[in-house]
């Protein structure tokens, strides 16, 4: 996704109500597009639901409690 889209994604998670993000990060990756980072507070089976949904991939780094959002 490029970053308009991952900014939009953002937002709307946030207006629908399923996450509080304590950490936002948008990371440009090596093939030029942008992932979202986010450190999660709130039901993440939802979030997880809401990416499918979108067809988006969704990685979780249990350490961390970081999620990252992009396109498979």
Do not use: W
């Amino acid at each position: 996704m490029d970053r308009a889209d991952a900014i939009a994604l953002l937002k709307e998670l946030v207006s629908l109500h399923l996450v509080q993000p304590s950490l936002i990060m948008v990371k440009k990756n090596a093939d030029g597009s942008s992932s979202l980072v986010i450190k999660v507070n709130g039901n993440i089976q939802s979030v997880r639901q809401f990416v499918a949904e979108k067809n988006l991939a969704m990685e979780e780094n249990q350490k961390t409690g970081y999620f990252i959002i992009f396109e498979p």
